[in-house]
Each structure stands twice: as C-alpha cells, then as structure tokens.
Antibody, heavy 121, light 106 residues
Framework: QLQLQESGPQLVKPSETLSLTCNVSGGSIRDDYHYWVWIRQPPGKGLEWIGT???????DYNPSLRGRVTISVDKSKNQFSLEVTSVTAADTAVYFC?????????????WGQGTLVRVSS | DIQMTQSPSSLSASVGDRVTITCRAA??????LNWYQHKPGKAPNLLIY???SLQSGVPPRFIGNGSGTDFALTITSLQPQDFATYYC????????FGPGTRVDIK
C-alpha cells in the first residue's frame, strides 16, 4: 500500500527558500496511474493546492503561486520535492504531499501526515 | 478559481445519528467532486470521488451524491471514529477545497 512521508526544515527565514521532500514507499513513483501533489494548509485556514508533477517531469502549478514554486521528481530515490522561494509569513502552513489518481475527478487517494513549516526570523 | 462553500461549518451529533454535509460550487463542476475526512495530526483520507464513487476500503455508511453545483455527503449512522473535519474538493478547474465541516460529539 502506498505511503507518503514529508521531510524538511520546520523553520525558514523570511525571503529564503522553503524546501521539502516527499518519500514514496509501497509503490513506484514511475507509476502511470498517479500524479504527485503538494497541498498546504495555513493555520486556521483552508487547504490550498500548490502543484502537481508526473514522473516524466510534467508539472502544473497553482497560478496564485506560479513563479515561486518548483516541484521536481527524483526517480532514483522514489521521491518528489517542493521548493518555494522568497517566503513570507503567509507561507507558514502544514504542507502535505499526496498522490492523485488518474481517474475521473482526479482524487487525492493517499496523503502524508503533513509537516508544519514556520516562516520566521 | 472555483469557490467552494460547505454547510454547516460545524455540527454536533451523537453516535448513530444520520449526518448530511452539503457542498456548493460557484459554477457547474459536473461530477468533478471529491470528499475527504481529516483528523488532527493525521493524513487526510479520501472517502468519495466523482461525487458518488466510494473509495476502496471506505465503509458504505458514507454516501455521496449530487452533480452540477450542489453536492452532499451523508453518514448514515455516525460512528465514534467518524468525528473529524470533512472537506469537499473540486477538480474541474484549478483544484480547490471547501472550508471544511467539523463534526464533533454532542
């Protein structure tokens, strides 16, 4: 069964780059039936889709974050990663990685537990 | 972005109650609607996809219906493990989530 786990620094300074990695276990990231996704939830706020990647490297980003976000995949490590540049306090959030099924309605069928990243000096 | 709303924002219910949560999209999203359950500190869990399809392993007491702009998630007999926050999510355009409905114990 697919399992995802986020890792990375829990504290990032303003204007710096937030970097997180999602380790995929129980399945291959070279999966034709899944895309790989980052989603975040600021404290007390709703869930926000950040972006999606296929193992071939094809990406799609939330227009509200485009220009600051890069998602990449490392097939050799069965991982995918997120970078958010020029962070501010508004980027403080619980960051989730997830898998998205290649079926109608494109649901997120497996999620990591999430990792809280605080932006503060 | 397609705005999603949910009602109620929270509710209190007892074990065995029938509970219905509604989700409304600001425009027609056909059946591109999914439902998730989330407990604090845990990974969110997919319950329903494409408005009414039950995800594998999810108990049949969870029922989804609707199409277009109006959707509902019904829990036919609330169990102790069902106390959580529930989110709807549309995937017709740039993905977006509803604000959530918190279900707690009366």
């Amino acid at each position: 069964q697919l399992q995802l786990q986020e890792s990375g620094p829990q504290l990032v300074k303003p204007s710096e780059t937030l970097s997180l990695t999602c380790n995929v276990s129980g399945g291959s990231i070279r999966d034709d039936y899944h895309y790989w996704v980052w989603i975040r939830q600021p404290p007390g706020k709703g869930l926000e889709w950040i972006g999606t990647i296929f193992y071939t490297g094809t990406t799609d980003y939330n227009p509200s974050l485009r220009g600051r976000v890069t998602i990449s995949v490392d097939k050799s490590k069965n991982q995918f990663s997120l970078e958010v540049t020029s962070v501010t306090a508004a980027d403080t959030a619980v960051y989730f990685c997830a898998s998205r099924l290649v079926v109608t309605a494109k649901p997120y069928d497996c999620w990591g537990q999430g990792t809280l990243v605080r932006v503060s000096s | 972005d397609i705005q999603m709303t949910q009602s109620p924002s929270s509710l209190s219910a007892s074990v065995g109650d029938r509970v219905t949560i509604t989700c409304r999209a600001a425009q027609n999203i056909y059946r591109y609607l999914n439902w998730y359950q989330h407990k604090p500190g845990k990974a969110p869990n997919l319950l329903i996809y494409a408005a009414s399809s039950l995800q594998s392993g999810v108990p049949p007491r969870f029922i989804g219906n609707g199409s277009g702009t109006d959707f509902a998630l019904t829990i036919t007999s609330l169990q102790p493990q069902d106390f959580a926050t529930y989110y709807c999510q549309q995937s017709y355009r740039t993905p977006s989530f509803g604000p959530g409905t918190r279900v707690d114990i009366k």
